[in-house]
């Protein structure tokens, strides 16, 4: 009986990593194989991926890229009512309002966005994957109390969400981090429920529950790993998200008041009151912005097509 009983779990080991496999003009090869090999032809994926790439490198070594110290107020002497410096020798993109390096201060912001970007969209996947968890595993009285709370959270704008948990928390960084966490909770939450409620109808879970094997085995050994690939690609847009919110909870002042910590958001507020007299303040910003939630956006979406039966071929 012991015999039949490891031939029978290997059967549904089979049929659960089968879930994870390109059927039919792929040779059988593993989903994120096949996923792989489609990224690389596409065009977008690469643009995005060379985007994150430049990104990361960028706000990784950003003292060492950095060309002159970013707090260092050395034009602070040229500036005049109505002149700031702009491009000159040593300075490729002139000084901000305080004669500082506004180059420098470009790429050492970068470090700000990625953590904020980064630590924000792991704690809502992380909170959002143990809703998920819940309702989709267990059902019934817990799916229904689970999902009405995030229906809740959902009625709320998440803009207007994060900026009330903001001002609530007090004005620091990790209000701030915690703010836009919040408002992904829900999306992976959702997301990872409507995942494991697809998988619980597939064969290796009814072969499972047939041979009496424990829920956790079967949620956690095989149901939960084939429900991850819709949060990773959402992972990765929520980033682009998380980057812009960021951003704009700054630019309303809720954001780091740390002045030794240059972020993108906050020199674009800085920038409202010297727009008429040097605009590329607000504009090199906004355009770090825009470029880096392109990359994150443009990588993402390559990846659900990737990652979407019904977009292969």
Known sequence: MTAVGDVRRRRIDELAARAGQVPEGEGG????????????????????????????????????????DPLAQTLLGEIRPGFIPGAQEGFPLGADELGRDLLSRLIVGSRQSLLIGVVSTLLGVVVG???GVLAGAFGGWVDTVVMRFIDIILSIPSLLMAISISVLLGQNQWSLVIAIAVT?????????????????????????QALGIKRSRIVFGHVLPNSLSPLIVQATLSLATAIIEAAALSFLGLGDPD????????????????????????????????????GFTLLGESLREALDPKFRR
């Not at 829900?186 to 064969?203: N, T």
């Open 29 to 68: 090869v593993s989903l994120t194989k096949s996923a792989f090999r489609r990224l690389r032809r596409n065009p977008v994926a690469i643009t995005g991926a060379v985007i994150v790439v430049v990104f990361l490198v960028v706000a990784a070594f950003a003292p060492l890229l950095a060309p002159r």
């Open 129 to 131: 994957m143990a809703l």
């Open 184 to 208: 992904q909770v829900p999306v992976f939450a959702r997301l990872l429920r409507g995942s494991m409620l697809a998988q619980r109808g597939s064969d290796y879970v009814l072969a499972s």
């Open 259 to 294: 002045l030794a910590r240059p972020e993108w958001g906050a020199m674009l507020s800085n920038a409202q009151d010297f727009l008429s007299v040097r605009p590329e303040l607000a504009i090199y910003p906004a355009l770090c912005i825009i470029v880096v939630a392109l």
